[in-house]
């Protein structure tokens, strides 16, 4: 069993930054890939970025590729999300999740542990 618990979210202007934080309890985190997902208002949740279990390969979503960064501590059991050059369509709830034993899927259905979520609002 793993809990998930992001952090880091807030308001902040069209072209600042932002970095997310998703703590996991449990043992073994470096088995999990872990992932960032996002869901704006009426809209699906979407793919934002993965990383393996080191944080050697990492993925990212085409609309972010570039301004954000996905990067782990296994040490601390952390996963990290830098997020520069925000735009107001990056408004949305920020999900961390975590993928035993996987490569860092694109697909929501491939985690297994999901964290509540934290609101990021890019301001224009």
């Known amino acids: 069993q793993v809990q998930l618990v992001e952090s880091g979210g807030g308001l902040v202007q069209a072209g600042g930054s932002l970095r997310l934080s998703c703590a996991a309890s449990?043992?073994?985190?470096?088995?999990?890939?872990m992932g960032w997902f996002r869901q704006a208002p009426g809209k699906e949740r979407e793919f934002v970025a993965a990383?393996?279990?080191?944080?050697?390969?990492?993925y990212y979503a085409d609309s972010v590729k570039g301004r954000f960064t996905i990067s782990r501590d296994n040490a601390k059991n952390t996963v990290y999300l830098q997020m520069n050059s925000l735009k107001p369509e990056d408004t949305a709830v920020y999900y961390c999740?975590?993928?035993?034993?996987?490569?860092?899927?694109?697909?929501?259905?491939?985690?297994?542990?999901w964290g509540q979520g934290t609101q990021v609002t890019v301001s224009s």
């Open positions: 999740a975590a993928e035993h034993y996987g490569l860092g899927s694109r697909t929501d259905r491939s985690y297994d542990y």
């Open positions: 449990g043992r073994f985190f470096s088995s999990y890939a």
């Open positions: 990383c393996s279990w080191s944080g050697g390969r990492t």
